[in-house]
T-cell receptor
Framework: AQSVAQPEDQVNVAEGNPLTVKCTYS??????LFWYVQYPNRGLQFLLK??????LVKGSYGFEAEFNKSQTSFHLKKPSALVSDSALYFC???????????FGTGTRLLVSP | GAVVSQHPSRVICKSGTSVKIECRSL??????MFWYRQFPKQSLMLMAT?????????EQGVEKDKFLINHASLTLSTLTVTSAHPEDSSFYIC?????????????FGEGSRLTVL
């Protein structure tokens, strides 16, 4: 079975500071990992993905994520947060051979001025 | 990136009526589309996988007769909430993946907020 855990309901960070949103996963095969962002009353926007290769993945809006196989983690990071980064962030996983994408419960990021 | 259009963005209906939500892939063909439901402050729950030209695959606990899914073409899937009741009020989001590669990311519509009075 596939599952994703986002242990933090909310992350607060001051503008200009680095941010990390945590994600751990569990799959039976090789994982395909994704991060999405959702603004209020909107659909999800794709940020980045890990399929294979370099463990550090760079995505949209300056976000990056590091795949750590031993810790089964895929934390989202950004060196310098912006107020406009405030949104709901979802981590998702799919394993090879499965079409379904399983989402975590989401982490609300609040960036204060 | 690829564009998925969802319509309507908001709909209010009376209890007992049916509501249709459309999901279109604007610049790619999608043999498979996915329908999700999102409750307030909660994650996305996969309702069903919509397959072009065949029956949808529903997740456990999702009523097939309540949530009718039709995938008539490679660019259009529809979700019809039949005999809607207040408990069906929710945010419904569709998604699709361009191409046949299983490694591709999903692209999401903007969502449809259904309110049943």
């Amino acid at each position: 079975a596939q599952s994703v855990a986002q242990p933090e309901d909310q992350v607060n960070v001051a503008e200009g500071n680095p941010l990390t949103v945590k994600c751990t996963y569990s799959v039976s095969g090789n994982p395909y990992l994704f991060w999405y962002v959702q603004y209020p009353n909107r659909g999800l926007q794709f940020l980045l993905k890990y399929i294979t290769g370099d463990n550090l993945v760079k995505g949209s809006y300056g976000f990056e994520a590091e795949f750590n196989k031993s810790q089964t983690s895929f934390h989202l990071k950004k060196p310098s947060a912006l107020v406009s980064d405030s949104a709901l962030y979802f981590c998702a996983v799919r394993s090879t051979g499965f079409q379904k994408l399983v989402f975590g419960t989401g982490t609300r990021l609040l960036v204060s001025p | 990136g690829a564009v998925v259009s969802q319509h309507p963005s908001r709909v209010i209906c009376k209890s007992g009526t049916s509501v249709k939500i459309e999901c279109r892939s604007l610049d790619f063909q999608a043999t498979t589309m996915f329908w999700y439901r999102q409750f307030p402050k909660q994650s996305l729950m996969l309702m069903a996988t919509s397959n072009e030209g065949s029956k949808a695959t529903y997740e456990q606990g999702v009523e097939k007769d309540k949530f009718l899914i039709n995938h008539a073409s490679l660019t259009l899937s529809t979700l019809t909430v039949t005999s809607a009741h207040p408990e069906d009020s929710s945010f419904y989001i569709c998604s699709a993946r361009p191409g046949l590669a299983s490694t591709g990311e999903l692209f999401f519509g903007e969502g449809s907020r259904l309110t049943v009075l």
